[in-house]
């Protein structure tokens, strides 16, 4: 499988940003799909993830603000982000994994910087 993710850039705290990410190859199901961020220095944390059936799932810290959805026709998955702050700073990386699969594939990440 291979993850293309785009939408990054630079935007002032309390903006917004929608990143996408489109997925291609051997695609099988039920599977999750999900979205980590990266700051520098730092581990790569979970932001959101969603499922085949539409389950999603948010790290507390962006609850209420980010919204994951995905377009199952064209195999892309999305993150909608609202009242950005500059701790969401960060290379988001999109990530596909089957349910009953330990091993994860991951795109090769979008900068987003927000800035105060």
């Known amino acids: 499988v291979q993850l293309q993710a785009s939408g990054g850039g630079l935007v002032q705290a309390g903006g917004s940003l929608r990143l996408s990410c489109s997925v291609s190859?051997?695609?099988?199901?039920?599977?999750?799909m999900g979205w980590s961020r990266q700051a520098p220095g730092q581990q790569r944390d979970l932001v959101a993830t969603?499922?085949?059936?539409?389950?999603?799932n948010y790290a507390d810290s962006v609850k209420g603000r980010f919204t994951i959805s995905r377009d199952a026709a064209n195999n892309t998955i999305y993150l909608q982000m609202n009242s950005l702050k500059p701790e969401n700073t960060g290379v988001y990386y999109c990530?596909?994994?089957?349910?009953?699969?330990?091993?994860?594939?991951w795109g090769q990440g979008t900068q987003v910087t927000v800035s105060s």
């Open positions: 190859g051997s695609i099988s199901t039920p599977n999750v």
């Open positions: 969603i499922t085949t059936w539409g389950m999603t």
């Open positions: 990530s596909y994994k089957l349910v009953l699969s330990i091993a994860t594939d």
